[in-house]
């Protein structure tokens, strides 16, 4: 008795490794053999190991599903053309890793059939109506009607959003459903919402104010209260908005120098950004200017029209028109001081009771002492083509001249060492300068000018028949 029941034990033992290695080596759907049998059609599903299986119906268009479980391999024909009774097409589709669902195309209405299990897997027979199959052993056929599974339909659009947009669900795609349950599970995998849906009524809207991924999870139930076991799930992401970064170039600049505002930094974690505006403020609160950057590297090269300390900031705009928090630097931008100067004009010099014209041109510098006053310091020089007595053909000169600005107006008080442009005047002598002026354009780092400018001797000479009057055009750069 003893040694009968080891021997039993080790029996049972080794049949229970070997039925376990089997299940997880799983089957091979290895063929479908489709064959025509005048008004019937017999199909036939070959596995290395049968199972079990699930079948059900599809609608608009008209499918028969049936899912063979533990399945691991397919080595069939994956598509195969029918074309016998309404059945248009034979298609496999791996479901899961461990599920293959065999799909029959219908061309109209859903032939009656049968499903019986035969030592290699699984027949299907098909007939008209008109027809029933007949069937080994010549058994009376018994279709038994029961409740089909449900299948579940879930859409969520759309799949990436911003915080507080409306988000849709729809499950009216739900398969043999008398109701379907949505439940909504938020980043950290907590639910946070769900709701029970029907046929009459199977759309939802929620909205979330929170970025990140969302779960949703559905199941659907059929008129017996069947869970559908066929995945029904979907995720979205709600937007992260994106971060702005403004960085500038030399802070402290100069009118008319440009600076270069960079907002390069900013980022989106979940996507891109795709525009970034900068607006210039002053200290008072008025708006100096604005800028739009729709391309990379989001800089803006900037030369501010005129002293003092501003503030700029960016904002950065993603892909799905999220916008970002307001990054700012501040800019002092200080009065330009020292300017190279350049004039070029007509003069008409007096002497002895006549008047020649003279072609002049000035080139020095100019400082700005202050806002209003700044201080000429250059040399000039004149050329006629008139070499008559008592006229000199040429000219030059030394000036110092102050300026005093009021808006674009100017007047100017100065004095000008200068040779004779006549024979009757000594070889060097000094004399008064008195200029008048307005700015034609002032950015700063660039001013253009027209004056008019009178010169008189302080020497011993007759003013009146000694004086020079020139028509001219000043730049400052």
Not at 169 to 194: H, L, R, T
Not at 200 to 225: L, T
Not at 310 to 327: C, K, N, R, Y
Request: proline share 5%; aromatic share 12%.
């Amino acid at each position: 008795m003893k040694k009968i029941l080891i021997s039993s034990f080790l029996l049972l033992l080794f049949f229970s490794f070997t039925g376990v290695a089997f299940a997880q080596r799983g089957s091979t759907l290895e063929r479908i053999v489709v064959t025509p049998l005048g008004d019937t059609l017999e199909v036939k599903v070959f596995l290395s190991l049968y199972t079990y299986h699930r079948q059900f119906r599809l609608y608009n268009p008209n499918l028969i599903g049936i899912d063979f479980f533990n399945v691991r391999n397919v080595s069939a024909s994956r598509n195969i053309d029918v074309g016998v009774l309404g059945i248009n097409s034979i298609r496999i589709t791996t479901l899961s890793p461990n599920v293959a669902r065999v799909f029959f195309d219908l061309t109209d209405e859903f032939p009656p059939f049968i499903t019986e299990k035969f030592s290699g897997g699984l027949r299907i027979m098909f007939w008209t109506e008109e027809e029933a199959p007949m069937v080994e052993k010549k058994v009376k056929i018994t279709v038994e009607k029961m409740e089909e599974d449900a299948f579940c339909d879930l859409k969520v659009q759309p799949t990436r959003a911003n915080p507080n947009d409306p988000i849709f669900i729809d499950m009216s795609s739900s398969q043999n459903a008398k109701s379907m349950v949505v439940e909504i599970f938020d980043p950290e995998g907590a639910k946070v919402a769900s709701k029970e849906l029907t046929p009459d009524s199977p759309q939802w809207e929620v909205n979330f104010d929170r970025p990140g991924e969302y779960v949703f999870m559905g199941k659907a139930f059929n008129i017996e209260g069947t869970v559908s076991e066929n995945p029904c799930e979907a995720v979205i992401s709600i937007n992260f908005p994106p971060s702005s970064k403004l960085e500038c170039r030399k802070c402290e600049g100069i009118v008319g120098k440009v600076i270069t505002l960079d907002a390069s930094g900013s980022v989106d974690p979940d996507g891109e950004v795709i525009q970034v505006d900068f607006e210039i403020i002053d200290e008072e609160g008025n708006l100096v200017d604005r800028f739009s950057n729709t391309e990379k590297p989001f800089t803006w090269e900037k030369a501010f029209e005129r002293k003092g300390v501003f503030s700029v900031t960016a904002v950065a705009t993603d892909d799905l028109g999220a916008i970002s928090e307001p990054s700012n630097v501040e800019v002092k931008i200080k009065q330009k001081k020292m300017y190279i100067l350049f004039d070029i004009g007509a003069l008409a010099a007096r002497g002895q009771g006549t008047y020649t014209g003279y072609g002049t041109g000035r080139l020095g510098l100019a400082f700005k002492l202050s806002k209003r006053l700044d201080i000429i310091l250059a040399v000039r020089g004149g050329y006629t083509t008139n070499d008559s007595a008592p006229w000199e053909q040429y000219f030059y000169s030394g000036d110092l001249i102050f300026n005093l600005h009021a808006g674009a107006v100017f007047i100017g008080l100065g004095g000008g060492y200068t040779a004779r442009y006549q024979t009757t005047q000594p070889e060097y002598y000094g004399e008064l300068l008195i200029n008048f002026g307005f700015d034609l354009f002032n950015s700063g780092r660039m001013i253009g000018s027209l004056f008019l400018e009178g010169a008189a001797p302080v020497v011993d000479l007759e003013p009146e028949d000694n004086y020079k009057v020139m028509l001219g055009f000043r730049l400052l750069f």
